[in-house]
């Protein structure tokens, strides 16, 4: 875990050198929305059901 961290650190100290922080923190918010979007319940493949008589 600290391993990760010492990367994203390194990645946004990056990020912000050569002043493409913005452009970067929009895509992360991109991609969050999507995740939220396709982890709908609605976008489930549904159950199938027993004939009803």
Do not use: D, T
Request: hydrophobic share 50%.
């Amino acid at each position: 875990m600290n391993s990760l961290i010492k990367i994203a650190v390194i990645l946004a100290l990056g990020a912000v050198a050569s002043g493409n922080l913005p452009k970067i923190l929009n895509q992360v918010r991109n991609a969050q929305f999507q995740l939220i979007m396709e982890s709908k319940a609605s976008s489930w493949p549904k159950a199938m059901r027993l004939p009803s008589r």
